[in-house]
């Protein structure tokens, strides 16, 4: 029996063993796939994290792109430089993910390049040719198309992984059933001596070690989520104490760190949080899903900061609310780039419609799209009469072909804008000139897109030059009377200077010569009275002489042509005194000329006749007894030669500076200082006919300074 007993036992030990065996070698191989199940779901969600972190950086490559196509300034590119020096690094993550098809991965690689090209692309035509272009290649949502196409593709990965999760986890549960099967039946075959309670016990063990090793690595995978999460999240329970928090909360909040604040009381690292909050988190708690898509705040700075935020409570296994998630985004930059394309787009309008000059689009077939109020009030047509037309219904038919082939050129590449001088027909059919300038607006692909017409009323000055151009034809025709008329004045005035030259100068030689006949033959028969009068007679012929030689003079500078030439100053002055000498010498007097004088464009003789004129007079013109001083000097101004005589003479008062410029106009009797009264007038004559001017300096009793100003002769 004990034997038998024994035998029984042994092999009911035997057996025991062998299932104990086969229960391990079976549950070996489950345990194995389960694990493999285990690593592949946290793949998936690996790969699905890295997916989405992709797509954030898409997005904030964007936002950069977006702000500095608005502003221009390098500082928005921030987002965009960071998500080029990221991109790679994730490209490569999802790379080594064994759990992405490679012709997925292939295309999902292809367009994150197409988007950055674009990115690329749209920067630098902004940069070289200004936001209207790079907005021009944005308005063709070829950016937006790649975009959405990536996040089709990401979406479509992540569906396909999603399934796969499933699928795992059904295999995985599957798996854990059958072993927990074996398990069971084989343990409660084995150890059906140890009793139903041991087996129970056994099973409980294990099944509560998987659970909890389970829920265990779904807590590190929801930290992970969170930390790396490209918003500000934190995950609180229901004390409000830290369970999970994002790095990006860290930061934004300026906190120490993630392992800092986990456990800690919100409330306690932010004790001076408004009550406002506090009511939103109890809210939360209570089970209420808030958000706010655009809060408005004001920093204690005074600058304003947007947040779009959401506060989502969260259950435990009893349906029981165990604390709130929280998430925060700062919008203020896309709030500031709304703003800015706002105000961007009210100042375009603005001078678009409150130009001083029409400001118009045409299409390339000539229809309006576009025309301020200025085109309006030009031509009388409302903007929305306008787009009924074309610039060829309201152009003038005489202007319209060389409009047109203006246009075809600009077409055709062959000019980038152009200007004229066109009467477009208003509506009350009248009239109205125009000057027109014209651009050209093209589509990427270099296709027309439409002209950017410029239109300013030159009605008033069209008018004004037709009037004008009649106005000098009625000149041109009063000035060919008026030569015709001068030609004969001077026709009559050289008859004259010949009756003057020789008929009224013979009878005065004639005196001179019997007046002197009488003084020399028959001095010894007259008395002093007699003599007296034939001295008379001889000084009042020389003194008529004078005169006329003088008006002959002032006639030949009105009638003689004359032609400007390099005259040297230092041999013109030599000339006068030269002429002057015996006077100079007669008087005593002294003439100080300054030396290297510069040369002038000037008539050498007419120079010479204006200088001999200045000096004599500044010899004559002093009081008795007094040596007559004269200094001639010169100074060079922009283009012109001041020469100035100053003279020690008996001066001039200033209500004389202009009348003794007259022809026989005299200050002083002939008794006092003799003359024609004719010299000054032959010196404005002549520097009139030089083109150049003269003045005067002087008081009386203090001298005078004559000046005459002549061009100045360029240095070959």
């Given amino acids: 029996m004990k034997r038998s007993l024994s035998r ?7 057996a025991t063993l062998i299932l104990l065996l086969l229960n391990a070698v079976i549950s070996y191989r489950n345990i194995l796939r389960l694990a493999e199940n285990e690593q592949s779901i946290n793949q998936s969600y690996q790969t699905i994290a890295n997916l989405e972190t992709t797509l954030s950086t898409l997005k904030d490559a964007e936002t950069g792109q977006r702000g500095y196509l608005l502003t221009g300034q390098d500082r928005y590119l921030e987002p965009y430089n960071r998500a080029i020096a990221s991109i790679n690094q994730r490209v490569q993550t999802l790379k080594q993910s064994e759990a992405i098809e490679p012709q997925q991965l292939q295309r999902l690689e292809q367009l994150i390049t197409d988007k950055f090209a674009e990115l690329d692309q749209t920067i630098q035509v902004r940069r070289t040719e200004g936001s209207n272009a790079a907005l021009q290649i944005v308005r063709l949502d070829r950016g937006k198309q790649i975009m959405d196409e990536i996040r089709q593709q990401i979406s479509a990965i992540e569906a396909q992984k999603s399934q796969q999760l499933q699928q795992r986890t059904r295999e995985s549960q599957r798996n854990l059933n059958t072993t927990l099967l074996t398990f069971t039946l084989v343990t409660g075959t084995s150890f059906a001596l140890l009793g139903l309670i041991s087996s129970g ?6 099944e509560q070690n998987r659970s909890e090793r389970a829920l265990k690595e779904r807590e590190e995978r929801l930290q992970l989520f969170v930390k790396y999460a490209p918003v500000s999240v934190a995950m609180f329970d229901r004390s409000m104490r830290y369970i999970a928090v994002s790095q990006r909360w860290i930061d934004d909040y300026h906190l120490k760190s993630i392992e800092s604040v986990l456990g800690q009381s919100h409330y306690a690292l932010f004790p001076n949080l408004p009550e406002r909050w506090k009511t939103l988190h109890q809210r939360g708690l209570n089970g209420e899903s808030i958000k706010n898509e655009s809060d408005r705040y004001v920093l204690p700075d005074g600058t304003e900061q947007f947040l779009r ?14 604390g709130i998630l929280i998430f925060v985004e700062d919008i203020t930059f896309q709030k500031q780039i709304e703003a800015e394309l706002r105000e961007s787009e009210e100042q375009f309008r603005a001078t678009f419609n409150q130009a001083a ?15 301020n109020q200025k085109i309006c009030e030009i031509v009388g047509y409302s903007s929305e009469e306008l787009r009924q037309l074309t610039f060829q219904d309201i152009t003038h038919p005489d202007d319209l072909d060389l409009d047109l082939n203006y246009v075809q050129q600009m077409l055709a590449g062959k000019i980038q804008t152009y200007s004229m001088e066109k009467r477009y027909i208003c509506k009350d059919r009248s009239i109205v000139w125009i000057n027109l300038t014209v651009s050209l607006v093209r589509e990427p692909n270099g296709s027309p897109k439409y002209f ?12 004004t030059e037709f009037a004008l151009q009649q106005l000098n034809e009625t000149l041109e025709q009063r000035i060919e009377q008026r030569t015709a008329q001068l030609t ?13 030259s020789h008929d009224l100068r013979a ?6 010569g019997f007046s002197q006949a009488l003084e020399e033959d028959y001095n010894d028969r007259l008395d002093s009275v007699a003599t007296s009068y034939i001295q008379n007679i001889g000084e009042s012929a020389v003194q008529m002489d004078t005169l006329i030689h003088d008006l002959l003079s002032y006639s030949r500078l009105s009638r003689t042509q004359i032609q400007l030439q390099p005259i040297d100053l230092n041999d013109a002055i030599a000339a006068a005194l030269q002429q002057l000498n015996a006077t100079i010498q007669e008087r005593n007097a002294t003439v100080d000329v300054s030396p290297n004088l510069p040369s002038v464009m000037a008539h050498r003789s007419t120079l010479i006749q204006v200088m001999v004129n200045l000096i004599s007079n500044g010899i004559k013109f ?28 008996i001066g001039i008062a200033s209500q004389y500076h202009d009348r003794i410029f007259g022809v026989f106009e005299r200050l002083h009797g002939v008794e006092s200082f003799p003359g024609t009264g004719i010299g000054l007038a032959i010196v404005r004559k002549g520097i009139d006919r030089m083109s150049g001017t003269i003045g005067l300096e002087s008081k009386p009793g203090e001298g005078s300074q004559f000046w005459i100003s002549l061009p100045l002769a360029q240095s070959p």
């Fill in 8 to 14: 029984q036992l042994n092999f009911g030990f035997a």
């Fill in 201 to 206: 016990f056994k099973r409980y063990e294990i």
């Fill in 309 to 322: 935020w959401e506060i989502q409570p969260w259950w435990g296994g009893n349906t029981a609310v165990h």
């Fill in 357 to 371: 000059v029409g400001i118009a689009h045409v299409s390339p077939t000539g229809t309006w799209l576009r025309t």
């Fill in 452 to 463: 950017i017409s410029v239109i300013e009323d030159i009605d008033d000055r069209k008018k």
């Fill in 488 to 500: 004969e004045i001077n026709q009559e005035l050289e008859a004259f200077t010949y009756t003057v």
């Fill in 507 to 512: 009878p005065l030689r004639i005196m001179q």
């Fill in 622 to 649: 002093v009081e008795p007894g007094t040596q007559p001083i004269i200094k001639i000097s010169a100074h060079i101004k922009e283009n012109s030669v001041r020469l100035s005589f100053k003279d020690n003479g």
